[in-house]
């Protein structure tokens, strides 16, 4: 099988991912803006990571907030603090990306992280002429229905990439899920916080690198 396309996604394949604490201080600060001072951790912890429009809804009710600001809220200051990781330099491209200048294949990224981190990313590290289209989540409760596993973005980059024959290249089991839904192929990639994962799916392939994928797409 030759591929034409192959569409990434963004943490844990291009670039390193955020860690929990970042993302859960960010969380802390959001409430802490609507004058939630003190908010039970395990809400912190549901809004922090796989949260649901119902499950926003309500964990909102809990504290009287209005759903849909304060997720917005929580976008913005979750990505603002990616956005400083990357300033920072700890959050970094891995030192493979730049074995993609190379593909042959027309290449795109689908994160379920917000479209304001993937943008900024993309610019910050100078990657974004690799790419042809990049999809992330808009500041909206109705995007985490549209996240991995479900194909929705997936599907929008292949129609902008006009693709034959794609590959999806992720890191996760909804990855891998998401390709499956989208009727495409799909590689895991077995980076560092992966190398003892055991799969519950089954993908097209296994890569340990990105340079994987000149082997791959060629095969």
């Not at 992280?113 to 042809?132: A, I, K, P, W, Y």
């Not at 998401?178 to 895991?188: K, L, R, V």
Request: glycine share 4%.
């Amino acid at each position: 099988m030759t591929y034409d396309t192959v569409v990434f996604d963004n943490d844990g394949v291009l670039v390193g991912r955020t860690s929990f604490d970042v993302l859960r201080d960010a969380t802390l600060r959001t409430f802490e803006k609507f004058d939630v001072t003190d908010p039970d951790p395990d809400h912190v912890d549901d809004m922090t990571v796989g949260a649901t429009p119902s499950r926003v809804g309500e964990i909102c009710a809990e504290y009287d907030l209005t759903p849909t600001t304060f997720w917005k809220a929580l976008d913005s200051t979750s990505s603002r603090a990616q956005q400083m990781e990357a300033r920072e330099g700890r959050k970094t491209p891995y030192d493979d990306i730049h074995t993609l200048t190379d593909l042959d294949a027309t290449m795109g990224i689908v994160s379920s992280n917000q479209q304001e981190t993937v943008d900024f990313l993309l610019d910050h590290f100078e990657v974004s002429h690799m790419f042809d289209t990049a999809y992330g989540r808009e500041a909206t409760i109705e995007s985490l229905d549209r996240r991995k596993p479900n194909s929705h973005y997936i599907d929008r980059a292949l129609a902008d990439l006009d693709a034959d024959s794609a590959l999806f290249v992720g890191d996760n089991e909804s990855d891998i899920r998401a390709a499956e839904n989208a009727g495409i192929d799909s590689a895991f990639i077995r980076r560092p916080h992966r190398t003892d994962w055991e799969l519950n799916v089954w993908p097209t392939w296994e890569i340990e690198c990105l340079d994987d994928l000149h082997r791959v797409c060629s095969a």
